[in-house]
């Protein structure tokens, strides 16, 4: 009987992970819709709005959902107390310490980040356009997210199945 609850909750632990790891895929997924959701926003706040980004940060910071509220509310505070830092290094460091726990990758989070080094000292329409190439990178990182998650998600249960089983049957 003991063995029993052993190999059960031996193969419960293993799905769990399993599971687990399926559901980091698909928080992926909604992270990076959510990003694009962001870029799209600046950018019509830049085009049609005619805003500069400290102003789209405070728009962002009341319309967004958290972490990156709190995130944007923070640059424009930073931003209004003028203490001498760049725009550049208060949006990296503010937005790498809202997304460190997110499952993106590294190149995702990137594309967030280096928002304010493409827009230089441009016109609106100018600006507009080049955050359209982020939109662009995030728009086929999330189709190819969405196309490998199918396949990704199978392959992982199974996985985790047969780790299950494989460690039920070394240990008995």
């Known amino acids: 009987m003991l063995k029993l609850a052993g190999i059960v909750l031996l193969m419960m632990g293993c799905i769990g992970l399993g599971i687990n790891r399926v559901s980091d895929e698909k928080k992926r997924i909604i992270e990076l819709r959510q990003i694009r959701r962001m870029i799209l926003r600046m950018q019509n706040e830049m085009r049609y709005g005619k805003r500069t980004l400290p102003e789209i940060c405070l728009i962002m910071g009341q319309c967004m959902e958290e ?3 709190e995130a944007f509310n923070d640059i424009f505070g930073r931003l209004e107390e003028n203490d001498g830092s760049m725009l550049d290094n208060i949006w990296k460091e503010r937005l790498d310490e809202c997304m460190r726990s997110m499952p993106l990758k590294e190149e995702e ?4 980040i280096d928002i304010p080094r493409q827009l230089g000292i441009l016109d609106e329409t100018t600006q507009a356009q080049n955050i359209g190439q982020s939109l662009d990178m995030i728009e086929e990182r999330i189709h190819r997210t969405e196309l490998e ?4 998600s199978k392959v992982i249960m199974s996985i985790s199945v047969m780790a299950g089983l494989f460690l039920t049957i070394i240990l008995l």
């Not at 989070?109 to 967030?112: E, F, G, Q, S």
């Not at 998650?149 to 990704?152: F, G, H, L």
């Open 67 to 69: 972490p990156f509220k």
């Open 109 to 112: 989070k990137a594309v967030l």
């Open 149 to 152: 998650y199918e396949s990704k």
